[in-house]
């Protein structure tokens, strides 16, 4: 069993920041990326940032130069930083790994429950 709990939602103003937590726990072998997703209202989920393991980070373009993604492996934790936060990034945002619980295993996505970020005056 895996289970991927976000933390760090919340309603802040435009020109605002937030940081997004994620930690992942059960029964893992080893993750490879790690993601962030997000989910507006009558969109379609899309890609935020991902970080492999080892790897560089890439973002959408609409979040390039504002939003920052890091994970800690020893933690199995990912974390966004959102920075100049504008209406346009309000969603429910998820994360996202994709691991094994054991070594033969098959690599699989695996995701969070979500958490809501609200960007309003």
């Known amino acids: 069993q895996v289970q991927l709990v976000e933390s760090g939602g919340g309603l802040v103003q435009p020109g605002g920041s937030l940081r997004l937590s994620c930690a992942a726990s059960?029964?893992?072998?080893?993750?490879?990326?790690m993601a962030w997703y997000r989910h507006a209202p009558g969109k379609e989920r899309d890609l935020v940032a991902n970080?492999?393991?080892?790897?560089?980070?890439t973002y959408a373009d609409s979040v390039k130069g504002r939003f920052t993604i890091s994970r800690d492996n020893a933690k199995n934790t990912v974390s966004l930083q959102m920075n100049t936060l504008k209406p346009e990034d309000t969603a429910v945002y998820f994360c996202n790994a994709v691991l094994k619980t054991t070594w033969s295993a098959r690599a699989s996505p695996y995701w969070g429950q979500g958490t809501q970020v609200t960007v309003s005056s």
């Open positions: 970080i492999p393991n080892g790897g560089s980070a």
């Open positions: 059960g029964s893992i072998f080893s993750i490879y990326t």
